[in-house]
Every structure is written in structure tokens, then in C-alpha cells.
């Protein structure tokens, strides 16, 4: 089988932006549900894990966008292992336009958890390795995220609650993205181009949870969120 995973998204018009773009949480589902249906036709996907009490989780994401989603319907999206560590693997996405060219890169980190600890546990390399691919993906891999003020007033607060929900009954990776999206004024969103979202997940968001959250500004085209 291909080591590299290819899969195509039309985006009806419900799922778009004000502007007609595709979201960035838009694309975070599509690169998710890129990596799952890989891991999945590959032998090391959801059901797989849970065989053995285990899960993947998202670790670490960086999405570098060179121009904003609004081009020919569909999406391509492409997607292979870079490299495999004893906790963590190395997952690249290339992302397409109908006619491929390139609109931007992902890099993201994962690590697989037992279901009942949630500890980390040790990658199965032997079946992994076989599907690592050294293809080009020509952005820097998620760096460490310094946090904002927590000593300061919160900008605002949000409760987990059901919605916010995913199948590992904790915070969903793509709702992360939503809430620190709200935290922008309209006019921000409308007049500026994300160009790299980078995002790092420490702890679990359980239900129920208040979750305070704190923004800070580094300089005109850099914020930095913290919950």
C-alpha cells in the first residue's frame, strides 16, 4: 500500500467563513480525518487501538498557510509519517488545490495513550516503520510555545461541555482552535490572513471544566493563547 495518503474535501457553503473561506477549524477537521483514514487503511488506526487500550492523541500542530482557502473546489489534502520516536510520530500534510498546487504545509506530533491511565505508552516502530516517507514538507516543526500572562485577569473564560466533546471524552483538539479563533475581533479576522497557527496540548480539557483563558500580544502579526 501507498505510504502517502491522499484524500479529497468539497466544502459546502454551511461550513465556510463569513468571507467564503475555508476555516481553519474547517481544515483542522480535514487534516484529522486525513490522518485518521491513513492510520485507519494502514493497520494502526482508531479500532486498531483500542484493541490494546490504547489512543492517539494530538500532541503538537503547526499549519502554515501561504494564501487563504477559497480556491476551486476540491481540497487535497496529503498525508504520511515523517518519522517515528519511542512515545511520539511525526505526521506531514500537504494541502492542494484542484489542480496541485500548493497552498500550504502541516507538521504534527502524536503520542498514543492507555485509556485508563492515560499515560503515555510505547510506539509499536516495527509496525509503524514501514510507512515513514521522507517527502518534503518545507516548515518548521511546532515549537515551544512560551504561555501567556496567567498572573494577570483572564481575557475570558469557557466551560467544557458536551459539544466540546470528542470520542476520548476530553476537550476536542479542533475546538481549541475555535476558541482561541472567538477570541479576535471581526475585523482582525477580516482584514488579516492567518499564515501559521501553531498549537501545543499539555493537559486534558475534561467536562465540566471551567477553563480560564489568557491572551497576549508579542508584536503586529504574533499573539499568544494560553488556557
Not at 13 to 29: E, H, M, S, V
Not at 176 to 183: F, G, N, Q, R, S
Request: net charge negative.
Amino acid at each position: 500500500m501507498d505510504k502517502i495518503g491522499k484524500l479529497s474535501f468539497t466544502t459546502a457553503a454551511y461550513l465556510r467563513d463569513f468571507k467564503g473561506d475555508i476555516p481553519l477549524t474547517t481544515l483542522g477537521n480535514y487534516l484529522l480525518h486525513a490522518a485518521t483514514q491513513h492510520a485507519e487503511s494502514r493497520g494502526f488506526g482508531y479500532e486498531d487501538m483500542v484493541d490494546k487500550q490504547t489512543a492517539w492523541v494530538l500532541s503538537k500542530m503547526a499549519i502554515e498557510l501561504f494564501e487563504p482557502l477559497n480556491q476551486p473546489e476540491p481540497l487535497q489534502i496529503l498525508t504520511w509519517i515523517e518519522s517515528v520516536q519511542r512515545f511520539t510520530t511525526t505526521r506531514c500534510f500537504e494541502i492542494t488545490d484542484s489542480q496541485g498546487k500548493q497552498l500550504g504545509y502541516a507538521r504534527s506530533i502524536w503520542a498514543a495513550i492507555n485509556m485508563e491511565t492515560r499515560r503515555p505508552v510505547l510506539l509499536d516502530d516495527e509496525k509503524l516503520a514501514p510507512y515513514l516517507h521522507n517527502r518534503p514538507c518545507p516548515i518548521e516543526n511546532p515549537q515551544k510555545i512560551m504561555a501567556a500572562e496567567t498572573d494577570s485577569t483572564p481575557h475570558t473564560q469557557i466551560h467544557v461541555l458536551y459539544s466540546d466533546l470528542d470520542i476520548n471524552r476530553h476537550l476536542n483538539s479542533i475546538k481549541y482552535i475555535e476558541h482561541t479563533l472567538d477570541l479576535f475581533p471581526l475585523e482582525v479576522l477580516e482584514n488579516k490572513h492567518i499564515s501559521r497557527f501553531e498549537i501545543a496540548y499539555h493537559s486534558e480539557g475534561r467536562y465540566g471544566m471551567e477553563l480560564e483563558v489568557y491572551l497576549k500580544q508579542i508584536d503586529d502579526k504574533k499573539q499568544v493563547v494560553s488556557f
